[in-house]
Structure formats: C-alpha cells, structure tokens
C-alpha cells in the first residue's frame, strides 16, 4: 500500500504549493511512483505541478449520469459503474515522474459529496499501484468532517504567519482527534514567514498541543512563479522554500 500524504489548511496558507513541494520531493529523492490527487474543488494541483488538466472526476460523474439518464450508448453495454470506472482509469494524467487525479467542480447541481466519495475510493483502489500517494484537500475543515481525508500516514496541517492561522491550524487538529480519524501522525508547517514572527507563532502553536514540524520563509521566487503562472515544481533547488519543505520532510520515515 502507498504511503498517503495529505495537506490540509484554510485557503490562501499556500497548501497548494506545500503539495506541489511535496510531490517535486518524492519525485527528486525517492524516485518511486506518486499519485498527485487534487481534492479541492477549486482545482489549482494541476498548475503547480505544470500539469495541464483535461479530465476532472466531477465532470466525468455528470458526464456519466447524462448518458444513463439519457439512454445514450454505453461502450459494450457496460454498466454505470464500469463505464464510470473505465473513464476515471483514463482521466489520470501522467507527468514525468507523478500521475495527477483531479475531483474538479461538478457541473450539476447539489454538493460535492458524490465526486469526494469517488477520489475517496479510487484513491484507495490506486493507492496499491503506487509507492506514495499526496493528496491538496480543499480549504477549510469540511472535507474533514465529511471524512475525504481518512487512512492517511502524514497530514500535513498548513498555516499563514497569523494567530487566526494557527487557531484554525488548532482547530483542524481538534476535529482530526474528534472524528477519530485514521491519521498516522499530523503535524504543522507555518509557511510564508518573514521575520521573528516565526519563533513566537511556533510557541503559540505548541500552547495548543501541535507539533511544528517547521517554518517556511516568504519566496519571492514563488510569488513570481504564481504571478507569471508557471509551475511550482520548476523553482530551482537553491528556492528558499524547496530547500525548507525538503528538510522539514527529511524529518520523516517516507
């Protein structure tokens, strides 16, 4: 079975760019097959990973239910399930060293939940072909307590340099204990900080009973990266950020 690494966060800490980070590392110093699996419905993976996406799971959930609804023709009269399951198969975009799976944004009405229960059990179903599997859950708690993150060997728990970043960095460690998830160990990143903010953000932090497992400075180089809207994964080996993401996940058995 894969080792699963998921990041979580409210939105605007850059958890995007921590998996994006996290994928460049598995790829660079473990050189083993990772499964990238965008399950925010504001799908932003694929850009950092300079990954262009072509198929989403929502739209391919949609795209499914209108055949059946509308009698269209199935491939070899296969059922719902494994004309839905074939195209996810197909859907998986392969990059150098990493495939990506995107949820998307489903185009009909009502919630996410049918398209998270589906990155759930293909995530599950993928993860035995693969050595590492990381997965950039959407901003907020509520994939939490829906219970999309489960099974997962690191949560990766990502903060901007404020309090209110670090009460909701409490809060999502709260919740992972409440809902009695199947998290190996869950840690916290501080990212983007700037000055001496840092070290006093960090005590704040363990107040509160969370392990830091580190602090990553601001990067000009990825702001530029974002403003010219050019893959994460392309920073050079001497970023500030690479360098700090790389040490702090050395710290870990992956």
Known sequence: MAFVIAVAGKGGTGKTSIAALTVKYIVDKKKKPVLAVDADSNSCLGEALGVEVHATIGHLREESLQTIRGGGERPGG??????????????????????????????????????????????????????????????????????????????LIISDPTVRGIKTARRIDGLVKELDLDVGKHVLIINRVTGSEGAELKKLAESFGLEVAGLVPQDQGVFEYDLQGKAIVELPDDSPAVKTVYSILDGFNL
């Open 78 to 155: 296969m059922s719902m399930e494994q004309l839905f399951d074939y195209q996810v198969q197909q859907s998986i975009m392969e990059a150098k060293g990493f495939d990506l799976m995107v949820m998307g944004r489903p185009e009909g009405p009502g919630c996410y939940c049918a398209a998270n229960n589906v990155i759930r059990k293909y995530t599950d179903k993928l993860s035995e072909t693969y050595s590492y599997v990381v997965i950039d859950n959407e901003a907020g708690m509520e994939h939490l307590s829906r219970r999309t993150t489960h099974k997962v060997d690191l949560l």
